[in-house]
């Protein structure tokens, strides 16, 4: 039996999160073309704006199949919202639908290496923690529904 959760989570996009696989099973048909990190601060997670400023997100997007999937998320930690992260870990697979496709992405947790609120962010990056407890307008219901998971894992529990 694996660890599955089913949600129904549309992005304003039209896309849709249907199903989370935990751990690291996920369906051998399906190979990852996406991913989302989850990285923790001392406060909450970490959420970045999209490129228009309409939505707060979890930092990722395509898959670089260059680069392990942990790799690339301390790749995109940085590039998205110009901080560092001490680790990286696979914590599951969501799938995703839109009107024409059916794709697979990773959520990968990463700690940040410092608090966040500590560092100035990058021009270029705009950023925020979120506890989880407060209604955030504009958040993505899809990176609300992941961040939930992220947040009921075991390596976020263990890392106090």
């Known amino acids: 039996m694996h660890d599955e959760k089913d ?35 001392s406060d909450g ?13 979890l930092p990722g997007g395509a898959r670089e199949h260059h680069l392990d999937c942990r790799e690339q998320a301390v790749v995109k930690l940085r590039h998205d919202a110009g901080l560092e992260a001490s680790r990286a870990a696979v914590l599951g697979y969501y799938r995703i639908v839109s009107s024409d ?8 947790f990463c700690v940040a290496a410092a608090d966040p ?15 989880g407890k407060d209604c955030l307008m504009g958040l993505d219901p899809i990176s609300e529904a992941l961040a939930s998971v992220a947040w009921g894992s075991k390596p976020w529990q263990d890392d106090v």
């Not at 997670?45 to 997100?57: E, K, M």
């Open 101 to 108: 496709r059916v794709e697979y992405g990773a959520l990968v």
């Open 45 to 57: 997670i970490v959420l970045v704006a999209t490129d228009d400023g309409a939505l707060w997100t």
């Open 117 to 131: 609120k500590a560092l100035p962010s990058p021009p270029a990056c705009e950023w925020r923690i979120w506890d």
């Open 7 to 41: 949600f129904q989570a549309a992005s304003p996009t039209g896309i849709l999160l249907t199903k989370y696989y935990a751990g690291g099973y996920k369906p051998a048909y399906a190979p990852f073309t996406h991913l989302m990190v989850a990285a923790k601060s």
